[in-house]
């Protein structure tokens, strides 16, 4: 098993130096200067900083300058626009704690709403409550959160004033957490509706199995059958999409966020292509390939202890 | 234990249902109304309008707080803590309060709020006019051998940093060290070597060509500096070219204390840890692109003209939450897109001002595959075939069939606009602001015959943003329209402003980089001829592949030549720049850009609105109670 860990691990830093590779390439490739942005600049500054950040070198030259401060220094650069000479994982510091804490929380006070919708429905396969949560799912997952989120936004914070119109980075407990309420239950919509489905699919699936026929000739009554069996072997399945849930609250809401004010790494990504910050780009596009790439890690290993087919490579 | 289980199970059971009921009425209400949001915005704003101020107060808790402790707004003289909050709204954030190294003109306007700069436009006793004076320095520069070639500058003494520390020449030197540091590369540095006033030595240095001994800038003691320059100047050009924000002072030990160890960068501006101020406000709080929250300086050397007790500034990017929270009275102005414009158009609280910008479609005359670009009878009939007047209506501007904005200074003393002058008139049609379609049909089967070629199918590219394609859609509609849909074929092509900005200006690596595209060149007010600099030769991020020496001659003459100061020469060489651009029909004007913002009742403008350099005056407003 160790092995097989140790090999994943190899596979993941392979990967990462090719991805980081194509990111450099890619980005200083794109058409676009830094110092295009202000048209003030003259013509010796922009020399200078080209020279100071080696843009008047030759691209392999640039990589080589690149690969050898990340790899012998651990100096991912600094950036040049968005917030001249801070590291750019400094930059990612900043940004990460807020959307992590609203993702976070979004998605754990979705989860539960979305099992017991799940449940609710599949125990009244084809009732009228089955029928209004299916509409409901249909709902959260058809129409695009940003609606929501404009919607809740004008009718519970500027309508009614019951809740704050935008987040309040510096207000503590309860008050910022009020402030959360919005952006949250936008963001929350969408994971209640996947899970509510998958969920309400799975377990109808296992009811209608022969073993909770078994169960209830045991003589356990419907709802010790439901609880003991069906909804067990339910949630195994649904870890294929609660896992990526969890990587996903780190990537942000573009939309949610520049609605609510919410400085996180949503509009990060945009910003920094936006504004050619090219160190900063490949920083952030390296931070979601190492997330993604741990996640594919943590989902192998899962599987390689399951079933130790996995991890021996048996074919068949 | 099954009992307990069970009981929790039907509570926690409860609990979800009534928050997700919760939850569902919000969001069934939302989804249907959010259809029409935009319209029910447009009501509310109107209905509350009338009862906004007396909600201010009860929403703003922020500023009660400063204000509570504050005496009235109505005093005869601030006092030194000041009284009331401005709050701001921002869609941009600062990025870095270095001078040296900010990247946007928002982040300036928060520099200079919170440095210590030499010169600066002030508004004057009267609050009619503005006035260019010392801040640091103690009056205006002095010729001290009659040969507008040195100029030493005394500073006021007293003023220091919110810590105590002094303000004196070592301040004024060490931030022109640093500014110029050729190992740091700073930004700014080019421009401070040479833009309005060019310093004896300054661009070597910067450029490692030369010690800093070389470079004309002198201690000559704590209160007196000089600088040397390459050619003659007035004390006029001396201020306006150390009153660029990017030239406001830096404080020395924060400086270091962010430089790194090979001294290539510092982080001295980027953070509260490495910031601190010098200027009519100091810093409160600060989190990075999210708030900033300013209180008044109460050492400021003119903190009698600053009422305010502070600035809450928060970073909201989308316009229509920044609307609402206008609405609200959590936010006292904001600026408004031309696309929300026909909410507010007859809003009581709505200002305008100038944007210092004349829109224009720009000409790729050097296209080799279109030829018929290059002709000057085909850019006169695109000149003559523009309907600007519907153009400026849709984005609620100007109409413009010149170069030079309305509000460009063309004589400070006199503060006559160059438009109002006899020469700035005889550029413009008042009445159809050049829109003459027989001409330019004339002149249209004129190029036509003189290129040999039947029709034209043109390519225009543009921003992707809803008012660029609404521009651009009438621009291809009402030329097919006016040429004959068999002769002239425009397509258009968005794209994001980059990558748009970037192809257009890739005309010199690739001549047919584009045919027609949308620009505007902001430049300084006060100094009309600087802003033709877009179109010399020497200009290097130029639009259009314009290259005439007369036209460099003339720009030189304005800017650099020594009888630039004799009476009407500028004025003449304005006039001629902007002829040469319009009778050969370089670019296409096509509307002044106008400004917009909605004003709540609560502040109160302490000048004649909206003035050159200085704006709406926001730093120096009153709140009202």
Known sequence: MVRYILQRILAMILTLLIILTVAFMVVRLMPGSVFDLDPELSDTAIKAMNAKYHFDQPMIKQYGYFMADVLFHNDWGTSIAMRPNVAVWDILKDRIPVTLKLNLISLFAALPFGLFFGIVAAINKNTLVDHLVSLMVVLFISIPSFIYAAGLQYFVGYKWKWLPLIYDPAAHGWAQFRSMILPMLALSFDPIARVARYLRAELIENINSDYMLLAKAKGLTFRQSIMRHALRNSMVPMMNIIIPMFAEVLSGSLVIESIFAVAGMGGLMVDSINSSDHMLTVAILMFYSLISLITILIVDISYGIVDPRVRMGVKG | ?625
């Open chain 2, 1 to 625: 234990m099954k009992k307990i289980k069970r009981i929790l199970a039907v509570l926690v059971t409860g609990a979800l249902v009534a928050g997700m009921l919760t939850g569902c009425s919000s969001k069934s209400s939302g989804v249907d109304e959010s259809l029409t949001f935009s319209e029910e915005s447009s009501e509310a704003s109107k209905a509350e309008s009338s009862s906004e101020a007396s909600e201010v107060s009860a929403a703003s808790e922020s500023s009660a707080a400063a204000e509570s402790s504050a005496p009235a707004a109505e005093a005869d003289k601030p006092t030194p803590e000041g009284s009331g909050t401005l709050n701001e709204v921002s869609a941009n954030t600062i990025g870095s309060l270095n001078p040296q190294t900010y990247i946007n003109s928002y982040a300036s306007t928060q520099i200079r709020r919170l440095s210590p700069i030499l010169y600066d436009y002030f508004v004057n006793d009267t609050g009619d006019g503005i006035v260019l004076q010392g801040e640091v320095a103690e009056e205006d520069p002095i010729d001290v051998n009659g040969d507008g070639k040195t100029w030493q500058i005394k500073l006021r003494q007293g003023l220091t940093w919110e810590n105590g520390d002094p303000i004196n020449a070592d301040t004024v030197m060490y931030t022109w060290k640093e500014v110029l540091d050729p190992t740091l590369a700073n930004s700014r540095g080019g421009n401070f070597a040479k833009d309005v006033i060019e310093i004896a030595g300054a661009e070597d240095y910067y450029e490692g060509k030369s010690d800093w001994d070389s470079v004309g800038l002198k201690k000559i003691d704590d209160y007196t500096v000089e600088i040397d320059t390459v050619a003659k100047q007035d004390a006029q050009e001396v201020m306006t070219h150390l009153s660029h924000p990017a030239n406001c002072l830096v404080n020395e030990e924060y400086y270091e204390k962010g430089m790194n160890a090979d001294r290539t960068e510092t982080l001295y501006g980027t953070s509260a840890d490495y910031w601190i101020s010098g200027g009519p406000f100091k810093i409160e709080s600060w989190q990075n692109d999210e708030e900033i929250h300013m209180v008044k300086n109460p050492n400021y050397v003119f903190a009698d003209k600053i009422w305010l007790a502070g600035i809450d500034i928060r970073v909201v990017e989308d316009t229509s939450t920044q609307m609402q929270m206008f609405e609200n009275g959590e936010v006292d102005y904001i600026a408004v897109p031309a696309d929300s414009m026909a909410q507010y158009e007859e809003d009581p609280r709505l200002m305008t001002s100038y944007s210092n910008c004349v829109r224009h479609i720009v000409i790729n005359s050097a296209d080799p595959d279109q030829p018929i670009l290059g002709n000057e009878n085909f850019r006169l009939a695109l000149f003559y075939g523009t309907d600007r007047k519907t153009l400026a209506d849709m984005n609620y501007g100007i109409p413009a069939d010149y170069i030079v904005p309305s509000n460009h200074i063309i004589d400070l003393a006199t503060n006559t606009a160059f438009r109002d002058t006899e020469e700035g008139k005889a550029n413009t049609d008042p009445v159809n602001y050049s829109y003459d379609p027989d001409k330019a049909k004339e002149l249209f089967n004129k190029a036509l015959e003189e290129t040999g070629v039947d029709s034209v199918d043109l390519t225009m590219i543009y921003n992707d943003t809803a008012a660029y394609k609404a521009m651009s859609e009438f621009v291809q509609n009402s030329w097919q329209q006016l040429f004959g849909e068999d002769k002239f074929k425009l397509e258009l092509q968005a794209m994001p402003s980059s990558q748009r900005g970037d192809q257009v200006r890739s005309w010199p690596t690739n001549p047919s980089a584009y045919e027609l595209s949308w620009a505007g060149w902001s430049s300084t007010s006060l100094m009309p001829w600087n802003a033709f600099k877009y179109w010399t030769s020497f200009y290097t991020a130029k639009n259009e592949p314009y290259i005439n020496d007369e036209f460099d001659a003339t720009f030189n003459e304005a800017c650099y030549g020594d009888n630039r100061f004799d009476d009407g020469v500028r004025l003449k060489d304005v006039d001629k720049m902007e002829d040469m651009l319009i009778q050969h029909a370089i670019i296409i004007p096509v509307n002044e850009i106008m400004d917009h913002y909605l004003k709540s009742d609560r502040v109160e403008l302490t000048q004649d609105g909206w003035m050159n350099e200085v704006g709406w005056g926001w730093n120096f407003c009153k709140i009202k109670e």
